[in-house]
């Protein structure tokens, strides 16, 4: 049950785009078709969930007993910077048809804020969450990043066809229906 | 182009928000108001400008292989001082702005000038750079941050303009897409004007 609160807490109170204003970077850039959205969204949620696990790992049994918590910023962008790198290596190897889907978005995903984000709220001491607890913390927030984009890009898709006045065109459309959409969510806000 | 110019162009013909859209996660997130919006955007300027000027100085002892996790370690120094600093001595300020300050590091703002400026250009263009990218972001957040304070609470950096509820979207979530959306098309046309 406690799983479940975190995960529906992750995918509609506390989305991570709409109402956290993280991953806004990949959310505007690669949602111009749902095929690539969806690509996008499982690198996100391969690598979050593993950034994850070794950050909360880093953090609670390194930084933590040898009193260096103001190394967290450094090694965490590190963390996830070899993860990445290491994980594009192993999928190449290991799945190529994996690699053929996710490869473009990995390199991404370095600057992909919401990786980073995610990671340092998930040892935040006001959520006291063990490690089961921070991995499905990581896996909500992964699927409600899933959940926005591919949402997004249906729109997007469509609003391609329509006459957007001249100087809406392309981006200001597209944040202006990401507000619409952020409203749509506030309708989730106090369901946890 | 002239130093003058290198100076100017990230305030309206490459702004960074408004152009690039480039650190658009601090600049939805924290503009709640328009002094966090300024303080924010002055807290990437301190990091932009020290991350170009190392950048610029270090260039050619680093190996084309592996410059981009040397940035990514020079950059997180300077957010690591300047997190420190701002928890130290303005930390009202830090609290709202909250974890946007660690995440300066993943800012695709900084790390593309690294990248595409400072890495290829003498150390004084590379300042001017850093400097004039950084008030160009300050300056799309302070202005995003004071139309969202003004429609949402009635107020301007914390003096009330008109008395009475103003309309709380602007300050919650949805306004800030809005409002940043309008922004760019304006954005767009004063751009169309000038150059």
């Known amino acids: 049950m406690e799983y479940i609160i975190i995960i529906i807490g992750a995918?509609?109170?506390n989305n991570i785009v709409l109402a956290q204003f993280l991953g806004i970077c990949p959310y505007l850039g690669?949602?111009?078709?749902?095929?690539t959205s969806i690509g996008m969204s499982g690198a996100v949620m391969f690598v979050m969930t593993l950034a994850t696990i070794v950050t909360f790992l880093i953090f609670n049994y390194i930084l933590v007993p040898l009193d260096i918590t103001y190394l967290q910023t450094i090694s965490y962008i590190l963390v996830v910077a070899s993860l990445v790198q290491m994980v594009e290596l192993i999928l190449k190897k290991v799945s190529p048809a994996l690699y053929q889907a996710l490869g473009i978005f990995l390199p991404l995903i370095v600057t992909n804020?919401?990786?980073?984000?995610?990671?340092?709220?998930?040892?935040?001491?006001?959520?006291g969450f063990h490690l089961l607890e921070a991995v499905v913390f990581a896996i909500g927030h992964a699927l409600g990043f899933a959940l926005t984009i591919i949402l997004f890009a249906g729109i997007r898709e469509h609003l391609d066809l329509m006459d957007v006045p001249k100087g809406m065109r392309g981006a200001p459309a597209a944040l202006v229906v990401a507000g619409i959409l952020a409203l749509a969510f506030m309708g989730f806000a106090n369901l946890v | 182009m002239g130093q003058l110019q290198n100076f100017s162009k990230g305030f309206i013909k490459?702004?960074?928000?408004?152009?690039?859209?480039?650190?658009?996660?601090?600049?939805?997130?924290?503009?709640?108001?328009?002094?966090?919006?300024l303080g924010m955007g002055l807290a990437t300027t301190f990091v932009?400008?020290?991350?170009?000027?190392?950048?610029?100085?270090?260039?050619?002892?680093?190996?084309?292989?592996?410059?981009?996790?040397?940035f990514i370690v020079v950059i997180a120094s300077f957010v690591t001082i300047t997190d420190l600093v701002m928890e130290a001595f303005l930390p009202a300020l830090y609290d709202s702005l909250g974890l946007f300050i660690p995440l300066i590091v993943v800012?695709?703002?900084?790390?593309?000038?690294?990248?595409?400026?400072?890495?290829?250009?003498n150390t004084?263009?590379?300042?001017?750079?850093?400097?004039?990218?950084?008030?160009?972001?300050?300056?799309a957040l302070t202005l995003l941050g004071g139309v969202r304070e003004i429609l949402g609470a009635g107020e301007f950096f914390g003096l009330t303009l008109f008395a009475g509820d103003g309309m709380l979207v602007f300050v919650l979530a949805p306004g800030a897409f809005i409002v940043l959306g309008y922004l760019v098309a304006l954005n767009n046309i004063v751009k169309k004007k000038l150059y």
Do not use: H, Q, W
Not at chain 1, 118 to 124: D, F, M, P, S
Not at chain 2, 107 to 121: D, H, I, P, Y
């Open chain 2, 14 to 37: 490459d702004n960074p928000v408004f152009v690039l859209l480039l650190g658009l996660c601090p600049a939805l997130g924290v503009t709640t108001s328009a002094f966090n919006g």
């Open chain 2, 124 to 139: 004084f263009s590379s300042i001017v750079d850093g400097l004039g990218m950084g008030l160009g972001f300050a300056f």
């Open chain 1, 30 to 35: 690669v949602s111009a078709r749902v095929s």
């Open chain 1, 11 to 13: 995918v509609f109170v």
């Open chain 1, 113 to 127: 804020c919401a990786i980073l984000g995610v990671t340092i709220l998930a040892v935040r001491e006001d959520y």
């Open chain 2, 48 to 70: 932009l400008f020290s991350s170009n000027l190392v950048v610029s100085l270090i260039k050619n002892l680093i190996p084309a292989k592996v410059r981009i996790p040397s």
């Open chain 2, 107 to 121: 800012n695709c703002l900084v790390m593309g000038r690294a990248e595409a400026f400072a890495s290829k250009n």
